[in-house]
């Protein structure tokens, strides 16, 4: 369905420091990484899309989180979740929601909710039980 998603960063070193930890706790390979452009992406298992991309606004404008926008990320059980949402907490997110049962989505619906440090909301989630 999604050739790739792409998400607007101020301090582009900064985003990748956040980003490069939180997507091999996800086992994402990162795909590119362009420091001169600014950009980097990381593709999918097993591949080649759809791709997560970081980079400055292509129009010189300053990068603004997008109201009620998020970016979800699939993670294969409830532990990777928690990682995922430590390494961000410590690469310095901002909690939205700690890992825990969102029971009125699905029951087995684990996730957990934090904003990178440009206020891009983004979860980790889980479909699968314990």
Known sequence: MFSHITVGVSDFDRALAFYRPLM???GQTERFCEPARPWAGWQSSPGPRPLFVITRPFNGLPALPGNGAMTAFLAADRATVRR???IALA???QCEGA???RPDYH???YG???RDP???KLCVACHETE
Do not use: M
Request: hydrophobic share 40%; aromatic share 20%.
């Open 118 to 120: 440009d206020g891009n």
């Open 24 to 26: 091999a706790a996800l």
């Open 84 to 86: 995922a949402y430590a």
């Open 99 to 101: 890992p825990g049962l």
């Open 91 to 93: 690469q310095g997110g």
């Open 112 to 114: 957990a909710y934090f």
């Open 107 to 109: 029951p087995d619906y």
